[in-house]
């Protein structure tokens, strides 16, 4: 049995090898234009997000909740000819320089599985990022709440024609088919 806090994949290229989300913790290596090397370490685990890289002779680690990413977001990463177009699913941050990016592939037949794999492993929205950078939802939802149509609101829907089980027990009472009306009488309280 393995520990908890065992790295599960080590060493990864997220262009070159698909990362497995039911395999958490990983870590992996992405590009990063402004570290050395272009590359930056990854450690991602379902609470927190550990993102190394040098800059010169400094060490950066920063450390980030989940919960501070907007979500995971389906994105075209144009290429020099439309051929070369990719599709990305990133987890993305309103600071753009803590995306990460989660898988990558030239094609789109696979693409939206893994992105919403992603979304439920992590529990976070599922966004579309547009040309222009803007990211929009691709579900409805208000807050961490998602919106949908409602539940019904019994269990057991068939029974819900009949009384209640404590209304069984009394006897229904039977009106009568012409009235009574009593003429000329007078009234118990005085008026």
């Keep these: 049995m393995r520990h908890q806090t065992e ?20 870590r992996f290596t992405c590009a990063d234009a402004a570290a050395d090397h272009g590359r930056r370490s990854v450690t991602l685990d379902s609470e927190r997000v550990l993102l190394m890289r040098r800059l010169g002779a400094v060490a950066m680690n920063v450390a980030l909740p989940v919960t501070s990413y907007r979500g995971i977001a389906l994105r075209i990463v144009p290429g020099e000819r439309e051929e070369d177009d990719r599709v990305a699913v990133s987890l993305v941050h309103r600071d753009r320089d803590f995306d990460i ?70 006897r229904m009472t039977h009106l009568p088919m012409v009235p009574f009306v009593h003429l000329d009488e007078r009234e118990i309280f005085p008026g």
């Design 101 to 170: 990016p989660l898988y990558e592939a030239s094609d789109d037949e696979d693409v939206i599985a893994e992105w919403r794999l992603w979304g439920t492993t992590l529990g976070l929205p599922l966004l579309i990022e547009g040309m222009d950078g803007h990211l929009v939802a691709a579900d409805k939802r208000i807050g961490a709440l998602t919106v949908d149509r409602p539940r019904p609101r019994r269990r057991h829907a068939l029974l819900s024609g009949r009384r209640p089980r404590f209304l069984t027990r009394r």
């Design 7 to 26: 790295i599960n994949q080590t060493a990864a290229n997220v262009r070159d090898e698909r990362l497995d989300p039911r395999a958490l913790p990983l």
